[in-house]
């Protein structure tokens, strides 16, 4: 049982596409956070949310955490080939040192 | 902007060898962490450390492994013993301070190969 499931764990759309992707548990989070990672390398954090409803926006990335901290949703307004890579979103409902991390969902964007 | 840093990129190894994997944490952090993905999987927690401590390790990490803070910069992860399992990436972290709201950085990770 995964801690944190991602869906859908596979997208491909074309350029200037929106898209939604979305992060679920069933346990509560202090914070959730998101990152990118490009195949052979780590991840690289695109957002910290930590307050419940709390929404923040990344240029074309706009990151929503629910309201009871138990999930989160990224959404892509006009998806770009530079959008292309595996986003994960990670938390510890222990609120400690441990992050765990979703699958991921793997965005393939094509021109 | 500053950054995690790794070395080595890629380590190949013979099963029961001993490898170090050395990481500069961001400077003014104070929380460090080993985390490993196996080829496919998700990034699995491994380790956290905090004033010269293990603060937190998960089952992965075993009697194997171990960590250190040599000196003012590094932070290393050692397996004593490899296993061909133990083939991942291995990325090392850091934070400002503890969990809950604190954002952790990784760095570009080694590639690890137990033939």
């Known amino acids: 049982t995964q801690l944190l499931e991602q869906s859908p764990q596979f997208l491909s759309i074309q350029e200037g596409e929106n898209l939604t992707v979305y992060c679920n548990s069933s346990s509560v989070f202090s914070s959730l956070q998101w990152y990118r990672q490009e195949p052979g390398e780590g991840p690289v954090l695109l957002v910290t949310?930590?307050?419940?409803?709390e929404v923040k926006k990344l240029k074309r990335l706009t990151f929503q955490f629910g309201d009871a901290r138990k999930d989160s949703s990224l959404h892509i307004t006009a998806a770009q080939p530079g959008d292309t890579g595996l986003y994960l979103c990670a938390g510890d409902p222990n609120s400690g040192y441990a992050l765990n991390f979703g699958k991921g969902t793997s965005l393939l964007v094509t021109p | 902007e500053p950054e995690v840093t790794q070395t080595p990129s890629h380590q190949v190894t013979q099963m029961g060898q001993e490898v170090i994997l050395r990481c500069v944490p961001i400077?003014?952090?104070?929380?460090f962490y080993w985390y490993r993905q196996i080829l496919g999987q998700k990034v699995e927690f491994l380790v956290s450390?905090?004033?010269?401590?293990?603060?937190?390790k998960s089952e992965i990490f075993d009697d194997q492994f171990s960590v250190e803070r040599p000196d003012g910069s590094n932070f290393t992860l050692k397996i004593r013993s490899t296993k061909l399992e133990d083939s991942a990436m291995y990325f090392c972290?850091?934070?400002?301070?503890?969990?809950?709201?604190?954002?952790?950085?990784f760095g570009p990770g080694t590639r690890l190969l137990v033939l």
């Open positions: 949310v930590v307050t419940g409803g």
């Open positions: 450390f905090y004033n010269n401590e293990i603060s937190e």
């Open positions: 400077s003014n952090h104070l929380y």
């Open positions: 972290a850091s934070s400002e301070s503890e969990g809950g709201a604190e954002t952790q950085y």
